[in-house]
């Protein structure tokens, strides 16, 4: 079992896997709010049978994965610290490069994100691949080709041909030269990405809070004769590789 981020989707475990204990890993991109807010409520891992690794970006080298993991979940702002969860924790940094784990081959890169080091992940069964870029700010780089942000050589590599690529979409491009400070990437930037590094499918992934559905239909609208397949991510999809 491998799990990529934390965010408030966790809840819905215990229902994926049928009220068995989770026993496997978890990758953290980052440590915003909206990626860690689910591990207090992980039903599947917080029982005395789960087993879980969960593995951080190193922040600096002072702080351990724990400790800085507690900053966000301990008193005052919510009862329990991590080390209080039930089961077999254990807590620590990601390594450098790329590495194995639960059965997947791992590559990671860090992405220029805002507020505290980002990176995103490749991960590849051995048949299939999938990258996976939540947050991701392009123009950190620049403008880029297009304006959108600059297709830079940490994510060309990261994504470079996988079957799905699961990539921010927070923003849409005339929302760019605005917001594009803020630490996100438009679709556009998304899908051409993909089409750039010759993936399968491009997931648009992290949809700004005010999408609802028919919003972000009218962003996949955009796409339709693309030179890439582009599906919106929605809760609950499953999708095979
Ligand atoms: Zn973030
Ligand atoms: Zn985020």
């Known amino acids: ?28 991109t980052h440590l915003h709010w909206d990626h860690v807010q689910g591990l207090p409520f992980f039903g599947s891992g917080d029982r005395f049978d789960a087993t879980v690794n969960l593995l951080i970006p190193a922040e600096d080298a002072q702080t351990n994965a724990e400790q800085l993991l507690a900053r966000m979940m301990s008193p005052p702002f919510f009862p329990i610290a991590p080390s209080q969860l039930r089961g077999d924790w254990t807590f620590g940094t990601l390594p450098t490069g790329a590495f194995d784990v639960e059965g997947f081959h791992v590559a990671m890169a860090e992405v220029p994100h805002k507020g505290g080091r980002t990176v995103g992940f490749r991960v590849n069964d ?45 923003l849409r491009a005339e929302e ?66």
């Open 1 to 28: 079992m491998l799990l990529l981020d934390a965010g408030t989707g966790l809840r819905r475990l215990p229902e994926l896997l049928g009220n068995r204990p989770f026993n496997g890993t978890v990758l953290l």
């Open 126 to 170: 051995g048949r299939s691949s999938m990258a996976y870029v939540p947050d991701h700010c392009p123009t950190a780089f620049g403008p880029g080709p297009d304006g959108l942000g600059e297709y830079h050589p940490a994510v060309l590599d990261l994504v470079d041909g996988v079957d799905l690529l699961v990539h921010d979409a927070h």
């Open 176 to 241: 760019v030269e605005a917001e594009g400070s803020f630490g996100h990437a438009a679709a556009e930037y998304a899908v051409r990405l993909g089409a750039r590094t010759g993936v399968g499918r491009v997931a648009l992934f992290h949809h700004r809070p005010e999408r609802d559905d028919t919003e972000v239909d009218r962003t996949l609208c955009r796409f339709a004769d693309g030179p890439v397949p582009v599906i919106g991510a929605e809760e609950g999809s499953t999708l095979s590789l």
